[in-house]
């Protein structure tokens, strides 16, 4: 009778592990350079409170997003390519289950960026660091005068006037 339970519990010890082993493989890092275009989608009120794919309970009014193929966690930046308003959702779920859609996001999300029931969209991975990066770089920018050179800031530009402009009511 031990042996048996003892066989059971190594038997369920290795399953565990190898269910462990594959959500790994299928948690590999995702390129930076991910870029997806498609229609999304979003949940409906009827998934409040269910279990998502990777355990936890499902939130309509969290920033959180479901993706066939994407790791969990993954940041991605979802952009409406009708009115380019964006979002970055967490993706914490599977799916869409329907073909021709590439993401299915929560209702938060989905008002974020003034989607209707459907939309077209770009996904890109969301890197914080590499955002603030990119800010800092565009903070320190300084205009640059492309004529400086041409001309200078003391050079005086003629220009050939015949008098009678004005009296034909042209403005310069």
Known sequence: MMAGSFLALVLINLISLSLISQVQAKTKEVSPDFVQ???????GPGFQGRKTANGERF??????AAHKTLPFNTLIKVTNLHNEATVVVRI??????IRSRIIDLSKAAKEEIGMGGLAQVKLEV???ETEEQIEKEQENLAPVNLF???FPATSKIFVEWDGD????????
Do not use: I
């Open 126 to 128: 969301y890197d914080p």
């Open 165 to 172: 402009s004005l009296a034909e009511g042209r403005n310069f």
């Open 148 to 150: 400086d050179q041409v």
């Open 92 to 97: 914490n779920d599977r799916g869409p289950f």
């Open 37 to 43: 275009v498609g229609e999304a989608s979003w949940y």
């Open 59 to 64: 939130d309509t009014y969290e920033m959180t």
